[in-house]
T-cell receptor, first 114, second 117 residues
Framework: NAGVTQTPKFQVLKTGQSMTLQCAQD?????MSWYRQDPGMGLRLIHY???????DQGEVPNGYNVSRSTTEDFPLRLLSAAPSQTSVYFC?????????????FGPGTRLTVL | AQKVTQAQTEISVVEKEDVTLDCVYE???????LFWYKQPPSGELVFLIR??????QNEISGRYSWNFQKSTSSFNFTITASQVVDSAVYFC??????????????FGKGTHLIIQP
């Protein structure tokens, strides 16, 4: 199993550009989520999904969209990138439909918005 | 609202010293789960331990041990005989049962542990 994969690993955008961060897992996990990590801030939840077709907002959802058309994929879309979205983004999945158990994290995407 | 505080921003010790990383949490829920994750310089997040609110037994895994005390809302992590490979950022995190546990983990801001040779 590849576990949780994220692409790209690095990305530089200009303000106003849009892009999609890809996340996929091959463990048949129901629960998937996106976090952003900023220096001195820990990780903060952006969006999450408890199963295909179901998504919800986390702590910092503004400027981001998600969809969950399949169990495996959970892409994160930035509609109009802003410098404040410069961060490291982590995707995670869990076998249960919640965060009671170990979250399996992807390797992260480092995004810089100029 | 839940909250996790890791008051130690950075700790630096010499190899072979013991070191304790503090974690204090706040929650109104009686059922919750606590975690520790390690983030080495390579950047990935490595799961270390999970503890539920009904299990206050301390746990030891090799050089690692965890002390969970509900009375003080703390879940501290001790590394015995530290090694350079222990250098990393360590995160404590909380998941509440309220809401079905779907609304993610609440992370502390992390403690950067530096082990000097």
């Amino acid at each position: 199993n590849a576990g949780v994969t994220q692409t790209p690993k690095f990305q530089v955008l200009k303000t106003g550009q849009s892009m999609t961060l890809q996340c996929a897992q091959d463990m048949n996990h129901e629960y998937m989520s996106w976090y952003r990590q900023d220096p001195g801030m820990g990780l903060r939840l952006i969006h999450y999904s408890v199963g295909a077709g179901i998504t919800d907002q986390g702590e910092v959802p503004n400027g981001y969209n998600v969809s969950r058309s399949t169990t495996e994929d959970f892409p994160l879309r930035l509609l109009s990138a802003a410098p404040s979205q410069t961060s490291v983004y982590f995707c995670a999945s869990s076998p249960s439909g919640n965060t009671y158990n170990e979250q399996f994290f992807g390797p992260g995407t480092r995004l810089t918005v100029l | 609202a839940q909250k996790v505080t890791q008051a130690q921003t950075e700790i630096s010790v010499v190899e072979k010293e013991d070191v304790t990383l503090d974690c204090v949490y706040e929650t109104r829920d009686t059922t919750y789960y606590l975690f520790w994750y390690k983030q080495p310089p390579s950047g990935e997040l490595v799961f270390l331990i999970r503890r539920n609110s009904f299990d206050e037994q301390n746990e030891i895994s090799g050089r690692y041990s965890w002390n969970f005390q509900k009375s003080t809302s703390s879940f501290n992590f001790t590394i015995t005989a530290s090694q350079v490979v222990d250098s990393a950022v360590y995160f404590c995190a909380l998941s509440e049962a309220q809401g079905g546990g779907a609304d993610g983990l609440t992370f502390g801001k992390g403690t950067h542990l530096i082990i000097q040779p």
